[in-house]
């Protein structure tokens, strides 16, 4: 379509080449939104693309922070409050050492349609630091974080922009996020999710994404009369999402038997070792390779002996798998191998995790696929719950809050499949992704004018 091909070319002029990340997200999105523009011819005269597409503001800061030894260390720190017509502008905090405009830029663009599917009315965001915590004392991580809150707290709020917790930024950080605010601003607003639950935090947000991730598939299976109970599943990753992703597909019965780290991988034929695992990644914050250790049976593979252009994890034979780990780490060799060995679906539980040659290569193939910006949106879900406890003091147990994340991540299978079936899409639950978010944004956008 005419008006699409050339909006994608304005943005490909418009950005820096190296933009890589946010343009592919951005072409993943055009490519499969043709039918709801069709549909919609409105949304080619209020020029709704060219709007949406541009980051409503993209902020720059300076971090200045001293170590334990004294040393003045700078950092670069970011937020891109990329679009808040359903609401505030919500998304996480990133501190890694990849931390750049590219990456947080396609971040909090996936962001503003995921948080659309939810149906929750919060706007879209993403921000970080190419700050390493790795290796950090405590101090070292509380001063930092005090250093970042600093300098841009002026721009965020309750009603305005809210973040949470991302890779590097944990329940520690958060706290001293959270601390350093409430120092400047004299107040308690909620503008960070994901916090301590002395601090306010909401029972059952740690496990969210990885719990939500799979009702998403348990649900999707349900559907076509499949279930997950004594599948063997491949999960790349051992961060937040991968571990209680684990965790909830053992109480589904399936036998979940990989997790990876940006070190190497591991294969436990016969599961994964759920509280070692926890013991290793949330207790000492080491490499997965200690796991072998104890467990004498399992296979530990150093990243430099992966296959070339293959993560380990997707060379053991499964029926689902779920890429929780990092952006692009599932490409088109992965795939193949995933595909040889017969699995039946892959559903993204990290952000845009599978290239688009991965993607293409799934769905030759009549392989379920799951993406991220509905699969992994119970994260965001349960934080809108911390946000509505924290305004009405009144807080859900535990149960209630995975009732309500099991119900949202049910009611977006349902709403895709839906628009599956107006679209004629058969169950490419990609575009229907995209244009249930897209179409929420843009009406949204269009009511309140230009």
Known sequence: MEYIEQAMLRAEKSNCKHDTMFLQALREVLDTIEPLIKKHPEYVHENIIDRIMVPNRG??????????????????????????????????????????????KFLAFEQIFKNAITGLHIGGAKGGADFDPKGKSD????????????????????????????????????GYIFGQYKQLTNSYDSIITSKPLPL????????????????FTQTLLEDIGETLKGKICTISGSGNVAIHAIEKLYELGAIPV?????????????????????KIKLERRASLEYYTLERKKAIYVKRENYTEGCSFVWD???FAAFPCATQNELGESSAQLLIDNDVKIVAEGANMPTTPQAIDLFVKNKILFAPAKAANAGGVAVSVLEMSQNSSLNYLSFEKVDKRLHDIMSNI????????????????????????GFKRVADAMIMQGV
């Open 59 to 104: 902020i720059h800061f300076k971090i200045e922070w001293m170590d334990d030894d004294n040393i003045i260390h700078v950092n670069n720190g970011y937020r891109i409050q990329f679009n808040n017509a359903l609401g505030p502008y919500k998304g996480g905090v990133r501190f890694h050492p990849s931390v750049n405009p590219d990456v947080l």
């Open 258 to 278: 990989t997790c990876s780290d940006s070190k190497g991988a591991i294969h436990d034929s016969n599961g994964i070792d759920l509280e070692l695992l926890k």
């Open 316 to 318: 053991i034979p499964c």
């Open 413 to 436: 299978y349902i709403e895709l499949k839906k628009t599956c079936d107006e679209y004629n899409l058969d169950m490419d639950l990609i575009s229907a992704a995209n244009i249930l």
């Open 200 to 215: 306010g935090g909401s029972l059952g947000r740690t496990e969210a994404t990885g719990y939500g991730l799979i009702y």
């Open 139 to 174: 101090k070292e991580i509380m001063k930092f974080c005090q250093a970042f809150m600093s300098s841009f707290y002026n721009s965020i709020g309750a009603d305005i922009d809210i973040l949470g917790g991302d890779i590097g930024v944990g329940a520690r950080e958060v």
